[in-house]
């Protein structure tokens, strides 16, 4: 069964400061995806990714499969970006079963 | 564009009552369809998956169990709710061979 641990558990910044959460994992997997978790509970998928680096506006992340290791950073960050970032990876494309980490919460100070 | 639907929002059920929660996916044909389960404090937890009507497979042994009566609805269903059971409960669905998991707003379940 993969393993999957995140960290850190807690982040606190001021706005406008670059933000990195970091996720690494046991086994080789078909795809990683970060996820965001607002107060309220909703979840949204941030990411789906198998290698290299995906960006969407102020949010990348990368994978190194090799290390079996992925970052989540987010540039400028802002208020809004408060929320839980959920790292989960799937063993079977297509039919993922996700494992899922136990998440950061991340709290940007105005 | 395809949505998902998740009721109720909230729930306060006694021990030993039973449960019914309701997932429904609008516009997409033959989804996967996902329970996940967030005990307070902890990460979340896949209880059953399904690639289709009637084919349900359980990965965590409990006293919950879940139908697919038609392709687009997910229901996850108690007989005798436990205090453990108390939890956020999440609908996902997925394309057919995508992996992306699109998530619905949850049931806030808690048992008295």
């Known amino acids: 069964k993969n393993e999957v641990e995140q960290s850190p558990q807690n982040l606190t910044a001021q706005e406008g400061e670059f933000i990195t959460i970091n996720c690494s994992y046991s086994v080789g997997i078909s795809a990683l995806h970060w996820l965001q978790q607002h107060p309220g509970g909703g979840i949204v998928s941030l990411f789906m990714l198998s290698s290299g680096k995906k960006k969407h506006g102020r949010l990348i992340a990368t994978i190194n499969i090799q290390e079996k290791h992925s970052s989540l950073h987010i540039t400028a960050s802002h208020p809004r970006d408060s929320a839980v970032y959920i790292c989960?990876?799937?063993?079977?494309?297509?039919?993922?079963?996700?494992?899922f980490g136990t998440g950061t919460r991340l709290t940007i100070i105005p | 564009s395809q949505t998902i639907h998740q009721w109720p929002a909230t729930l306060v059920q006694p021990v030993g009552s039973p449960l019914s929660l309701e997932c429904t996916v609008e516009?997409?044909?033959?989804?996967?369809l996902y329970w996940y389960r967030q005990a307070a404090g902890r990460g979340l937890q896949l209880l059953f998956y399904?690639?289709?009507?009637?084919?349900i497979s359980s990965e965590v042994p409990q006293n919950l169990s879940a139908s697919r009566p038609q392709d687009r609805q997910f229901i996850l269903s108690s007989k005798k709710l436990l205090l453990s059971d108390s939890g956020f409960y999440l609908c996902?669905?997925?394309?057919?061979?995508?992996?992306?998991?699109?998530f619905g707003p949850g049931t806030r379940l808690t048992v008295t």
């Open positions: 516009g997409t044909s033959n989804p996967n």
């Open positions: 989960a990876v799937g063993s079977n494309f297509g039919n993922e079963k996700l494992t």
């Open positions: 996902a669905w997925s394309a057919l061979r995508e992996g992306e998991q699109y």
């Open positions: 399904s690639v289709g009507i009637g084919q």
